[in-house]
């Protein structure tokens, strides 16, 4: 794959690169994430997650998913 | 005799005690314990997600959302920014609008940022969100918080986790008097009598996370808890007697030989 259409995202402090054409959807697939048991931020705006298929990555975007855990 | 029902927000529980789900060595013992406990609500705290190891139990696994309320909580968080945008994304996973709100001001004590908090009470409650405030015991800076539309006002006992009980028993006394949303006592309970002791001020509920989940057997104290916080509530229900500092025979006088 061409070096050029690869862009590098943070995901929950992470780097990963990706193709250029990843889409959020394509991003919590290839994570497995369960959908429904998460929030999803892009950018510090929290994303409509019906939108997921519709939103693509540029460089450098930054994505939170956070779910519950225990705490008092 | 009358149902006791505590009412937050509109919303009806029959249990006066609300657990937190933290420190347990692990969600079964967890889950357990709330069960034993008899909990209708659990504190819970919004984190990442493990992205590098998949497998990893989710707290929903084990605690299900649909049968027990989750209270979204903004432990961690020490300003309003980020209490703020903590408790948008807990409402993001499930539509919760009841949460907890903690803004910390002191890394050592865990006391609460009393400006922050209420700075955090007054836009959460403008976007529709209830909000039951972890807050010092201080009436007035209580007062304001529920002028500003608080669900709930959560005194601390002691600091979180210290187990040390009610240290301000004035103060609690006082909001005790002057707080017509429901008054929770939040973090310091160490044992039964402490949760006792502050249902019979006329608390509404207690909040305990720590005296259960480090206890050397959770379940047994999740249980003592249960019964501490019913026996305490129907004491103040049943209005005491007067102390009295002189004696009263508890069998009559009249035929006694």
Known sequence: MNKKNKIKIVVNGKILTVNLNFSLKNLIEKLKTPINKVAIELNEEIVDKKKLSKIFFKNKDKVEIVHFIGGG | ???????????????????????????????????????????????????????????????????????????????????????????????????????????????????????????????????????????LMCKRLENSGAAAIMPLAAPIGSGLGIQNKTNIRILRKQTKVPLIIDAGIGQASDAVEAMEMGCDAVLINTAIAKAKDPFQMAESMKYAVLSGRKSFLSGRIMPNFQGSPTSPKEGLI
Do not use: H, Q
């Open chain 2, 1 to 139: 005799m009358k149902s006791d029902i505590l009412k937050i927000a509109n919303k009806k529980f029959k249990s006066r005690l609300i657990v937190g789900t933290g420190k347990y060595k692990n969600m079964k013992e967890c889950a357990e314990a709330i069960k034993i406990s008899g909990a209708e609500i659990v504190t819970v705290a919004l984190r990442r997600v493990n992205i590098s190891d998949k497998s990893k139990p989710l707290l929903m696994d084990y605690i299900d959302p649909k049968k027990i309320m989750y209270l979204p909580n903004t432990a961690g968080c020490f300003t309003s920014k980020d209490a703020l945008r903590t408790l948008r994304l807990a409402r993001e996973i499930g539509g919760w609008k009841l949460v907890k709100l903690e803004v910390l001001g002191d890394k050592k004590n865990l006391f609460p940022e009393m400006i922050e908090t209420l700075k955090s009470t007054e836009v959460l409650t403008k976007e529709g969100f209830k909000v039951m405030v972890y807050c010092n015991d201080d009436p």
